[in-house]
Structure formats: structure tokens, C-alpha cells
């Protein structure tokens, strides 16, 4: 399995690590600042470098028995297993996603639905809720504006699954459920906005998603809204 060093610090913008495979044009790593694919939230992209060499990477994936796999660019020669390389992130784009992701949890604790399904890019992110009212724009914009100006801090940790299985009421996403397996799930708390199990990258505080805007409202469904977000700056 490769070490998750994201998970305790989404501000990690390089670390050392070691080839453990080769798989086709993937790598993977003992360890990793690499955020893998999953939750809605695109796989990082970045660059290796090791001695008599340098690779970018242009995806990063989950593989088999927990490895994740560090996608290198057509024609890119793979450093050799045993290998310590240098991982570096595209920040700019890897902090849009936090400020994005951030942001989504802000918008699901404002309009208190269940919801169906979402995505992120670094462009445009959205979150479908099931439900049949009217989103009326204007104020969810504002409320959304002041959960950023009010800076509250954000923070994960870990619980139990059968602490979860207690508190059903955590899950809101309706057609994913959290990945169970090994014993404990990871809670985002947005400190007197919202709590729920997510395994994506966060800011420190709400402050530093900066401005937001409610964009498109799309209908898809008698009960499902898609709301969108982008980030004006």
C-alpha cells in the first residue's frame, strides 16, 4: 500500500519517495503527496525527477491492493523499481481543487438535501441535490459568502465505522457511500457548519476559497437540481 501523505497534510507540495512498481506507463510509490481519483475530485497531476531523470505525471489513480499509480505522460521513460524520486505537484491547480472542494461543503450546508451526485474541476465544480424546489440563486450566493468571510476552521479526523454506523445522519451523498474496509472512516468538520465523511483535500479555514459565485442551476430530473460553482479570480 502506498503511504497517504495527503491525508494528514493537503498543503504538502513535494516529498522524497521510493519506486516500489513499474505498471505499464504508471509508477507507484511507497509514499505520496498525489492525490488519487475518487470522491468527485480529479487525480493531481505534477512532475518526478530523480537522478538520470525527470517524468510528468498527468494522472494519479488508485491501482490494486491499495498502490496508487502515478500515470506518466505518453512516451515518458519510468524511473526503475528501487528508484527514490522527487514528487512534485502542480499546486495551483491541486489548491483550486481544495479551495473547490472546500467550497461544495459549504454549498451542501446550505441547501440541506441529499445529495446525488457531484464533481470537481479546477474550472467548475457542482453538486446535484434531490430535490424538487426552486433554488433561488441570490441568497444561496449570499449565504455562501459569508460561510467564506466568517473563516471558519477546517479540520479532519478519524472515527470508528461502527462510531458511523451510529450517526447515520453523517452521510448525506446518496448514491456513494463512504469506503469501508479498514475500521475507520475520515471526518471533514467545517468548525459550526457541517460534518461528514470525505477523503479529499481541504483548505485550513473557509476563508481561503475566496470569492465564489452560484453559476448555472440546471434541472435534471423531477427531483434532482445540479448546481454549479466557479471561482472568480
Known sequence: MTEELFREDSYLRE???TVT????NAVSLDRTIFYPLGGGQPGDTGALSWDDGQARVVDTRYGDGGAILHVLEEGAA???EGTVVNCTLDWDRRYRHMRMHTAMHLLGSVLQYGVTGGNISAEKSRLDFDMEDTVDKEAVGEALARLVVE????????IT???LDAQPELVRTMSV???RGKGSVRLLEIEGVDLQPCGGTHLKSTGEVGAVRIGKV?????RNRRVNIHLDD
Open 15 to 17: 516529498c522524497d519517495a
Open 21 to 24: 512498481a513499474v505498471v505499464d
Open 78 to 80: 519510468a524511473p526503475a
Open 151 to 158: 473563516d471558519h476552521a477546517v479540520s479532519c479526523r478519524w
Open 161 to 163: 465505522e461502527e462510531e
Open 177 to 179: 457511500q463512504p469506503p
Open 218 to 222: 440546471e434541472k435534471k430530473g423531477r
